[in-house]
């Protein structure tokens, strides 16, 4: 296998197309911090934040298809995945979990003391999700915490001190991350239940799961406005709130009284333009704040 297939091989592994849900909120958070942030923006810190994100999702990720091999692989769904079809070795995707994890942990030492004490800490909430399925249908909200560490981590990282708006940001990153991974989870219900997995539709059924993320997203929704009105930003902040909300309503839309044949477009494409759109108009926000 060669250089470049070997790296598709492994960016098909951990996934690594959906860095586009996290990454846009660290940059919108990065933009929001500018008015309390005591550190230099340079380029060199913001490629330290890009490594310390991406090592760390990558850490996450691989551990994650190392602990799920023996489900993915009893899975219709799954079976397919790098481990269980004998694409990656079980080893490799353990080491990858290690020198990843090792990368973001010295990655996080050259951002300052928060970002180094915290670490260790981020890495074991990251890769204790993988695990939680086998044992709390709240693992979809371990999730959402676990996805916002990233603009959390960016905030901390530009030297600004911690304050309701950004708490108000994170809050909106966890319940956007909960109402979405129901959404998607809602194709390994019966699965879950057959092997003593847990997630809301295993427990709460299809319409159950429905209401409950629909109410995520209503929170999701309610939190980014807040953050505006805690941060003091100007209009353009609540029309990337208002483009949002109505791209969550069509998500919702699409996968309907649980639609299983959007699941996949409602899953990446909505909250592709959801995370992107935000930062977009955020950023557009900022400038026009000058």
């Not at 310390?52 to 769904?77: G, I, L, Q």
């Not at 530009?158 to 994170?170: D, E, R, W």
């Given at each position: 296998m060669n250089l470049f297939a070997k790296l598709r091989t492994y960016g098909g592994l951990v996934a690594f197309s959906h860095t586009v849900f996290a990454m846009p909120f660290a940059a919108t958070a990065l933009v929001l911090s500018r008015a309390e942030a005591h550190l230099p923006i340079t380029a060199q810190r913001i490629a330290a934040m890009v490594v310390c994100m991406v090592s760390a999702r990558t850490s996450a990720m691989a551990f994650n298809r190392w602990a799920d091999r023996d489900v993915d692989a009893k899975n219709p769904r799954t079976k397919g995945r790098h481990i269980p079809a004998g694409e990656v070795s079980a080893a490799s995707a353990l080491t990858l979990t290690v020198a990843?994890?090792?990368?973001?942990?010295?990655?996080?030492?050259?951002?300052?003391?928060?970002?180094?004490?915290?670490?260790?800490?981020?890495?074991?909430?990251?890769?204790?999700?993988?695990?939680?399925?086998?044992?709390?249908?709240?693992?979809?909200?371990?999730?959402?915490?676990?996805?916002?560490?990233?603009?959390?981590?960016?905030?901390?990282?530009?030297?600004?001190?911690?304050?309701?708006?950004?708490?108000?940001?994170?809050?909106?990153?966890?319940?956007?991350?909960?109402?979405?991974?129901?959404?998607?989870?809602?194709?390994?219900?019966?699965?879950?239940?057959?092997?003593?997995?847990?997630?809301?539709?295993?427990?709460?059924?299809?319409?159950?799961?429905?209401?409950?993320?629909?109410?995520?997203?209503?929170?999701?929704?309610?939190?980014?406005?807040?953050t505006g009105a805690l941060l003091h930003r100007g209009p353009v902040f609540f029309v990337a709130v208002a483009v949002a909300a109505a791209l969550l309503v069509y998500e919702h839309a699409l996968v309907g009284r649980g639609n299983l044949a959007k699941i996949n477009k409602a899953f990446f494409d909505m909250n592709a333009y959801v995370s992107v759109g935000f930062f977009g108009l955020v950023l557009i926000d900022e400038y026009l704040r000058r």
């Amino acid at each position: 296998m060669n250089l470049f297939a070997k790296l598709r091989t492994y960016g098909g592994l951990v996934a690594f197309s959906h860095t586009v849900f996290a990454m846009p909120f660290a940059a919108t958070a990065l933009v929001l911090s500018r008015a309390e942030a005591h550190l230099p923006i340079t380029a060199q810190r913001i490629a330290a934040m890009v490594v310390c994100m991406v090592s760390a999702r990558t850490s996450a990720m691989a551990f994650n298809r190392w602990a799920d091999r023996d489900v993915d692989a009893k899975n219709p769904r799954t079976k397919g995945r790098h481990i269980p079809a004998g694409e990656v070795s079980a080893a490799s995707a353990l080491t990858l979990t290690v020198a990843s994890g090792a990368v973001f942990l010295g990655s996080a030492a050259t951002l300052g003391f928060w970002p180094l004490v915290l670490s260790p800490v981020v890495l074991a909430v990251l890769l204790g999700y993988s695990l939680a399925k086998r044992f709390t249908w709240a693992a979809h909200l371990w999730l959402g915490v676990a996805l916002s560490l990233a603009p959390g981590g960016a905030w901390l990282a530009a030297g600004a001190t911690p304050n309701a708006g950004v708490i108000s940001l994170m809050l909106g990153v966890v319940t956007w991350l909960l109402g979405f991974d129901i959404l998607y989870s809602l194709q390994d219900a019966s699965f879950d239940r057959a092997h003593g997995l847990h997630s809301v539709p295993a427990r709460f059924g299809v319409t159950g799961a429905l209401l409950i993320s629909a109410g995520a997203h209503a929170a999701t929704i309610a939190s980014f406005a807040l953050t505006g009105a805690l941060l003091h930003r100007g209009p353009v902040f609540f029309v990337a709130v208002a483009v949002a909300a109505a791209l969550l309503v069509y998500e919702h839309a699409l996968v309907g009284r649980g639609n299983l044949a959007k699941i996949n477009k409602a899953f990446f494409d909505m909250n592709a333009y959801v995370s992107v759109g935000f930062f977009g108009l955020v950023l557009i926000d900022e400038y026009l704040r000058r």
